[in-house]
């Protein structure tokens, strides 16, 4: 028992471990977009899908057979390390971000990930067949509980404790030896499987494990009852909806409420500790009572549904995070709970985790790959919540008779109404004043219109997830005002009217509105890089800063360093890097790298203008940093304006020009930039945001 207990906690300890370490290699060659994550998560619910196919399959074959395939793909398996990703995988800028993701994750990590998923229904069958005795074996389902365990502390290392300290390609190297280790471990257990399979019956024991209280009628109720149908369709419908939660409340979380990197981290950890309670704890019968936690549950998915359209849709980071992360928690007890008490004998043990492994990717595959193409808004939470409500009611039906328990589907039946009010008071709030909504692979778009067009006032915003990206006067008489983050006070506007106002080139990263164009005059040169076809279109179609500048105006589409890196020298007089990702600026960046990239395209006498207003991320030391390193100044420059039509902005200024640096206007604004403890500076291979937290 301790071989299969050991090679399962390694396994799944890698399995969830390879995840933010591929992610995080991947991630700046793809914008730093939230969204590279959902795709990476839709890539490993497939190749667990697979692993658990692959584990379901394997027990039609004799014991000798099924331990000698399993050694000679382990070993296969270590011809791909170490999980380092090939450059050339890196994106040309217009093709799909979704399938290139995918294939780079295949081709980088598909084998190992996929051994490393078959491992926990494979071992625990090995036990199961081992221990025929049906009291040993109803143990079995503990190693589930001990799977998801291992899952949970690989996911919280890394985050506290191997990226603050380890570098990406030392990470990587660390995982392939580790993952060398487990093929040592699986292969010894498939050995011992191969032993024992010839001893033994050759089948599992069929006894079925003890029912939670409260359990549902398509529960296992016989000792050796196949799976019915009513069981496969439970089994999908709960999985699918716990993977729906988590996809759907991660990205609401982490691009909607806080575009907080590691904030991906929470709802995962949450949804691998709900299998941990449900699955162990109170004798192995998991911590799930119906009775107990369905109330709660379906007032947590109610308060989420009104957390939509709470404060305009737009609710304040410390009630958001805590709303959706105590009520992705419920909502994942429930699906899960109502799981571990209808698991099958552990003679079915393989077509129970496979039908999970189906959900669980069929609801990824929704959230991650259907939604973004047939919704123009994110309509999956409010689906998520919808959903809830109707399972419970659909398992809790049978109560209706008894007036004691009857008030179960009653309150069911409530929380549909009450989600499906705010789902449509949601689409209500998304679409008031919008004359514009698409989404894709980098999110929700929308261009608001403040009144109608024959309004001398009126105005037309462009809204990335809840943040603003840009504004502009419809009006003719006053469409030439540079509004926002913008303005000629704000640092970005005393650098492009100060380093060289005549015949200049301005580079910037990030498109927006095209709101710095409207600096542009006769003789200049405005390249704005933008990653995101859809926002080039909406600033040509909605707006009027690029069609009405003075200026050359190109848009090179692709992430702006990967252009950079192939493009010639730009002479750029200012570069600005206002790359936006709702508000967190990508991390790839602002690293050594990235800025060796930027001196390459700058005049000796040049500026870089690094836009660093955020709530909740302390950006301008790390800019500091990488300047001194390079022997320039980094000037901060923090303007609080009256003007209604500007925003408060902070902007680092790098640069080596000294006129610039001296004058009346940049003195007046002018910050100091305080330095955090032991920040070191940013490189491609090691970044640490918790040192930045503000």
């Known amino acids: 028992m301790i071989l299969y207990a050991a090679t399962i906690l390694v396994s799944s300890f890698l399995l969830f471990l390879v995840q933010p370490i591929i992610a995080k290699q991947i991630l700046p060659w793809f914008g730093g977009s939230a969204a590279v994550w959902s795709t990476c998560l839709v890539f490993f619910q497939l190749a667990l899908l697979a692993g658990y196919a692959y584990s379901d399959a394997s027990r039609y074959l004799k014991p000798r057979v099924q331990s000698l395939l399993h050694v000679v793909l382990l070993l296969v398996s270590l011809a791909v390390l170490p999980i380092l990703a090939g450059d050339g995988w890196k994106p040309a800028g217009d093709e799909d971000p979704v399938w290139r993701i995918l294939g780079l994750l295949g081709a980088t990590i598909g084998l190992p990930y996929l051994m490393l998923s078959t491992t926990g229904p494979l071992v625990q069958s090995w036990f199961a067949r081992e221990h025929a005795d049906a009291r040993t074996a109803q143990r079995v389902y503990r190693f589930f509980a001990l799977s998801n365990f291992g899952s949970l502390v690989g996911l919280l290392a890394y985050p506290f404790v191997i990226e603050p300290w380890v570098s990406t390609r030392v990470q990587a190297t660390a995982w392939s030896t580790m993952y060398a280790v487990f093929v040592l471990l ?158 099958p004998a552990p003679r079915h043990l393989t077509r129970f985790y496979l039908m999970l492994s189906i959900g669980g990717a069929v609801g990824g595959m929704f959230v991650g790959l259907v939604a973004p193409r047939i919704f123009k808004i994110y309509w999956e939470l409010p689906m998520g919540l919808v959903l809830c409500g109707v399972i419970a009611f659909i ?137 995101n076809p859809q926002v080039i279109d909406i600033a040509r179609r909605y707006f009027f800063y690029l069609a009405e500048s003075r200026a050359t105006i190109d848009t090179p589409l692709g992430d702006a360093r990967l ?41 000796p006498d040049g500026a870089v203008a690094f836009h660093v207003t955020n709530r909740y991320l302390s950006l301008a030391p790390v800019v500091k940093l990488l300047a001194d390193e390079v022997g320039m100044q980094a000037i901060l420059i923090t303007d609080d304006p009256d003007d209604p039509n500007l925003s408060r902005t902070d902007w680092v200024i790098v640069t080596r020009n000294q006129a610039f640096i001296a004058s009346e206007a940049v003195a007046k604004r002018r910050a100091e930039i305080e330095a955090i403890p032991g920040l070191t500076p940013w490189t491609d291979d090691f970044n640490n945001l918790f040192r930045i937290l503000k």
């Open 563 to 603: 252009v950079l890196e192939r493009e010639k020298p730009q002479n750029f007089d200012v570069l600005a890097i206002d790359a936006f990702s709702s508000d967190a600026i990508p991390v790839h960046l602002i690293t050594r790298e990235a800025m060796q990239v930027y001196l390459r395209h700058i005049k």
């Open 395 to 531: 398992l809790t039906r049978g109560l209706l008779k008894r007036p004691l328990t009857a008030l179960a589907p009653l309150a069911s039946l409530a929380a549909i109404g009450v989600c499906g009010w705010y789902a449509w008071q949601y689409g209500e709030t998304m679409r008031r004043d919008t004359i514009y909504a698409d989404r894709n692979f980098y999110g929700t778009l929308r261009v608001k219109q403040s009144r109608p067009d024959d309004d001398p006032d009126v105005q037309r915003r462009l809204i990335h997830g809840v943040i603003m990206h840009g504004e502009q006067y419809v009006n003719p008489k006053y469409r030439n005002i540079v509004t926002s983050y913008y303005g000629d006070s704000a640092g970005i506007g005393l650098a492009i009217q100060g380093i060289n106002p005549v015949n200049q080139r301005v580079g910037v990263i990030g498109l927006g509105v095209g709101t710095l164009a409207g600096y542009g005059a006769a003789g200049d040169t405005f390249r704005l890089y933008e990653i």
């Open 186 to 343: 699986c292969a010894g257990s498939a050995w011992r499987a191969w032993r024992t399979g010839e001893q033994a019956t050759g089948t599992l024991p069929a006894t079925a494990a003890p029912a939670g209280d409260g359990a549902p009628e398509a529960a296992a109720a016989t000792l050796d009852a196949p799976p019915r149908l009513a069981d496969y369709v439970l089994w999908l419908s709960l999985s699918g909806l716990a993977s729906l939660f988590l996809l759907a409340a991660s990205t609401h979380i982490t691009q909607n409420v806080a575009s907080i990197p590691f904030l991906w981290v929470l709802p995962l950890t949450l949804y691998l500790l709900t299998f941990v309670l449900c699955f162990e704890g109170r004798g192995g019968r998991g911590w799930y009572v119906r009775h107990v936690w369905l109330g709660p549950t379906l007032i947590m998915v109610g308060l989420m549904a009104w957390g939509l359209t709470a404060e305009q849709g737009v609710l304040h980071i410390e009630h958001a995070v805590p709303l959706y992360s105590a009520g992705l928690f419920f909502a994942c007890m429930f699906c899960h709970g109502e799981l571990a008490a209808s698991k």
